[in-house]
């Protein structure tokens, strides 16, 4: 019989870590309609009603909120939908990221 060793190799796996994540924040203005808040709400970010609402009154008292989290490439997509959106009904509603 012939002497043959066995050797085991260990195969390393790269190291997985959670991308970065940015809140999409919704900024006040005197102009934007209530409803279309509350439209872009549960249309892009797909909240209910009652929570698109709350958020809504949130921006208008506290002059910002939060609408959600993503990574980078969601933030920005989301930030662009609602931009996009608002430019189209004539409505100066800012829509920006930052880091979280």
Do not use: W
Request: net charge negative; glycine share 4%; with cysteine.
């Amino acid at each position: 019989m012939s002497d043959s060793t066995t050797r085991t190799r260990t195969q390393i796996k790269p190291a997985t870590r959670t991308p970065n994540l940015y809140k999409v924040l919704l900024l006040n203005d005197d102009y934007t309609p209530m409803d279309f808040v509350v439209e872009v709400l549960m249309r892009f970010f797909r909240k209910s009603e009652a929570e698109a609402i709350r958020i809504m009154l949130q921006v208008h008292h506290a002059g910002v909120g939060v609408a959600g989290v993503y990574p980078f490439e969601i933030a920005e997509t989301k930030v662009n939908q609602v931009m996009g959106a608002a430019s189209a009904e004539g409505h100066p509603l800012q829509c920006i990221m930052e880091p979280e």
